[in-house]
């Protein structure tokens, strides 16, 4: 097949992501001091929530304030048990109040307070969202897009941390391998796109700004016009990834979204019929967006498209390696190497 479409996710593939992890950290720590209690999360702990596709330390940092509460240590391991008797297709932060929930009343203890903080988790001036925010984005341009009075006094993690994955070697090829007609790019990603300034960042540090974006911001209007959580829309659900396939034909981006919502529904638009014959090339870190390809594949050969659908996952982390080729991936340690294939 010449007609090929290459779609990045960005933390663990783009981007080496230490701003989103140190920020993690740093949050965990400094929101269990709140509590009374001394923590350290390792990237042990990082990888097996990413590994479980819990991969939006708003999510994650909230579940372990959560644990804080229920146990009165900070043993992650009853947390994960129980996470993984929930249906990985189910939106993060639901499978996250089923898991708290449980576990809470398996400790005996009462879940109403553990599950609010899960629930809150992407609502600005809730414990531990904001502080997390604050080292994102950094105390000036917190204050700049929330209007509320920082408390940290940093810089953003991601501009301080963050480091490209993505070669120059790899990028030159990428770009004069997008010259031929008939491929495409674009970005997947649970990053906040639209009004907020992650995803940009990223593509600012990799080179790659001129490469459409379906992130969360994305989703999020989704939510908006058609009901529920930018979650319900998000990877592992395959809306999420056809949007971002289709907006790698240069299409206006509400347009995108909304071609890929109604082809749910049994619509397809005269674009998605046009991937008819088309490889596509899926570099993801996180069970969810695989998740999410899987289903976008299967949708279009459900309706007679000729697609295939290569699930590549990026990561040197054995723990997220497993995880990854459960869900069928091929596993590469960097997005350099996993990017010969679909170059050829």
């Not at 579940?63 to 929930?86: R, W």
């Not at 105390?139 to 941390?161: H, P, Q, T």
Request: charged share 25%; glycine share 8%.
């Amino acid at each position: 097949m010449d007609k090929k479409i290459i779609i990045f996710d960005v933390d663990g593939v783009l981007i080496e992501s230490h701003g989103y992890h140190q920020a993690f950290k740093d949050t965990v720590r400094i929101g269990a001091k709140k509590l009374g209690f001394e923590v350290n999360l390792t990237d042990e702990d990082i990888a097996q929530f990413e590994g479980m596709g819990i991969s939006s330390e708003w999510h994650s940092s909230a579940a372990c304030m959560a644990v804080l509460l229920i146990n009165g240590t900070f043993d992650l391991g009853p947390l994960f048990v129980s996470i993984a008797k929930e249906q990985a297709e189910i939106p993060v932060r639901i499978r996250l109040e089923r898991a708290v929930s449980r576990m809470a009343k398996e400790a005996g203890v009462d879940p109403v307070h553990p599950v609010s903080i899960i629930q809150n988790s992407e609502t600005i001036q809730s414990f531990p969202f904001d502080i997390f925010q604050e080292m994102i984005l950094g105390s000036a341009r917190f204050e700049e897009i929330y209007g509320i009075k920082s408390s940290l006094n940093v810089e953003s993690y991601l501009y301080k941390y963050d480091k490209p994955l993505l070669s120059m070697r790899a990028k030159t090829q990428l770009f004069d391998w997008l010259q031929k007609a008939e491929r495409g790019c674009a970005i997947m990603t649970n990053r906040p796109t639209r009004e907020m300034p992650d995803a940009k960042y990223a593509q600012e540090l990799t080179g790659l700004e001129t490469i459409p974006v379906s992130g969360y911001g994305e989703m999020g209007w989704l939510a908006e016009e058609f009901g529920g959580e930018a979650a319900n829309y998000s990877k592992p659900s395959p809306i999420h990834a056809l949007s971002a396939v289709l907006a790698s034909f240069g299409k206006e981006s509400n347009q995108c979204l909304l071609e890929a919502h109604i082809a749910t529904k049994g619509d397809f638009s005269d674009d998605i019929m046009r991937l008819d014959g088309y490889e596509i090339w899926v570099l993801e870190d996180t069970p969810a967006g695989i998740m999410s390809a899987d289903a976008m594949g299967k949708l279009l050969r459900g309706q007679g498209l000729d697609v295939k659908v290569n699930k590549l996952g990026i990561t040197y982390s054995p723990v997220k390696a497993r995880y990854l080729e459960a869900q069928g991936a091929q596993v590469f340690e960097n997005v350099n190497i996993a990017l010969d294939g679909a170059f050829r």
